[in-house]
Every structure is written in C-alpha cells, then in structure tokens.
C-alpha cells in the first residue's frame, strides 16, 4: 500500500511540474527577454568603446583621447554600486561627471529588467 501512495505522489508531483512548464512562468520568460535585450545592446553599443570582455579595448577605444573604463578593474568594481552603473549607462557619462563620450542610453529608463541585466553582465566580468 505504501508502494502505492508514493507512486501517486510522484505522478502527482510530475503533473504539477508538467502543468508548470506548459504554461511557462512570466518571471522567467520576462527575465529572458531582458537578458536578449542587454546582450543585444551590449554587442550593438558597448563592445565597440569597451571591448567584448569589457576591459576598455573595443575597436572605437584607440581614437578616444580619454580611454573607456574596463570593467575588469576590481578595485573600479568594489568602488562603484549598480544605482551608479545604472545611472551612467541611462544619462551617459557626462551627467556622473565621467567623460562625455560615454553616450546616454535614455531608451533605457524605463526598461528596470533590462538595465539590471546589464549591470549585472559588467559586474561578472571582474578578474
């Protein structure tokens, strides 16, 4: 009997994961979105100052006279929070009193997910 009730917890517990994964969670599906979204604009707006590893040597970065920042440095990393990453990456360099060649991403303001996505892409690429 015991044998018995087990089984009908297992069926039990693969319906309610079946049930779950045909229906798709909105979190997630969300968050998917955000994560193409901030590779996509990483690979068409950062990687050409900022390399594609972020360390600052992206093809764009040799004719500026003010080098971009490499996101590599853990002594930048550990100085700086997201609501500052965030900030320079929405109003540009100019508006944190960093160099004005970092353009303003003002599409960015209103897409919370997105800009995460981002400042979490430039804090895993500390060494």
């Given at each position: 009997?015991?044998?018995?009730?087990?089984?009908?917890?297992l069926v039990t517990l693969l319906a309610v994961v079946g049930v779950?994964?045909?229906?798709g969670d909105k979190g997630s599906s969300?968050?998917?979105e955000?994560?193409?979204?901030?590779?996509k604009i990483w690979t068409e707006r950062c990687v050409t100052c900022h390399g594609p590893k972020g360390d600052g040597k992206g093809p764009g970065a040799a004719a500026l006279a003010v080098k971009p920042r490499s996101f590599t440095d853990p002594a930048w990393q550990a100085s700086v929070d997201d609501a500052r990453i965030k900030k320079v990456i929405v109003e540009g360099g100019a508006a944190a009193?960093?160099?004005e060649a970092m353009a303003p991403n003002p599409d960015l303001k209103d897409k919370p997910e997105v800009l995460a996505e981002l400042t979490a892409k430039i804090r895993k690429m500390v060494q």
């Open positions: 009997m015991s044998r018995n009730i087990h089984l009908v917890h779950f994964t045909a229906c969300a968050n998917a955000a994560v193409t979204e901030a590779n009193g960093l160099n």
